[in-house]
């Protein structure tokens, strides 16, 4: 069964880096691509990146100028820094797994339970 | 960017009601479409990928079809559980983009 579970500070200032780690386990990392995907309270869903098993990436270009996904194979985990932050960047973030049956066909099947980020000073 | 636009935002149902969900995007995305279903407090569910195809474990009440520009999500008799939001995403090309939500609730 794969899981992956988000972990990283609850509440950042406006301007700072805004930090998370998912830990993926009951699968490598070293397969599929892995995903972020974040959820201002009471909103609709944003794909913020992924970064593949080759270490390659691809960022909505929304964010790209603030953003770096980066992978740790040894640990099984991948991680999201977002810089400069403001409120508008205040959150549910959720990690997900990107299953492919085929490009370009990419789709989110695990996800992790989420993480409340707060932008606040 | 690909806009997804979903129809109705809300819809108000019964159990045992059949329930239609809406989506179209903004250019042709072949079949490249998928759908989420999303509790309150809860992670994003993947229910259908590829338009049609029913994700493992899904019941069979759940169907979907479409191509090209417009796309629905079929809920043959709704249980309570499925009382949700529900949401498409497209993958055809980046940014991968999702629709505004579809708010199912009990009538």
């Known amino acids: 069964q794969v899981q992956l579970q988000e972990s990283g500070p609850g509440l950042v200032k406006p301007s700072e880096t805004l930090s998370l780690t998912c830990s993926v386990s009951g699968d490598s990392i070293r397969s599929y691509y892995w995903s972020w995907v974040r959820q201002p309270p009471g909103k609709g869903l944003e794909w913020i990146g992924y970064i593949s098993y080759l270490g390659s990436s691809s960022y909505n270009p929304s964010l790209k100028s603030r953003l770096t996904i980066s992978l740790d194979t040894s640990r099984n985990q991948f991680s999201l820094k977002l810089s400069s932050v403001t409120a508008a960047d205040t959150a549910i973030y959720y990690c997900a797994r990107e299953a492919a049956a085929g490009s370009p066909s990419y789709y989110f099947d695990y996800w992790g339970q989420g993480a409340l980020v707060t932008v606040s000073s | 960017d690909i806009q997804m636009t979903q129809s109705p935002s809300s819809l108000s149902a019964s159990v045992g009601d059949r329930v239609t969900i809406t989506c179209r995007a903004s250019q042709s995305i072949n079949t490249y479409l998928h759908w989420y279903q999303q509790k309150p407090g809860r992670a994003p569910k993947l229910l259908m990928y590829d338009a049609s195809t029913l994700q493992s474990g899904v019941p069979s009440r759940f169907s979907g079809s479409g191509s090209g520009t417009g796309f629905t999500l079929n809920i043959s008799s709704l249980q309570p559980e499925d009382f949700a939001t529900y949401y498409c995403?497209?993958?055809?090309?980046?940014?991968?983009?999702f629709g505004q939500g579809t708010r199912l609730e009990i009538k």
């Open positions: 995403q497209q993958s055809y090309s980046a940014p991968k983009t």
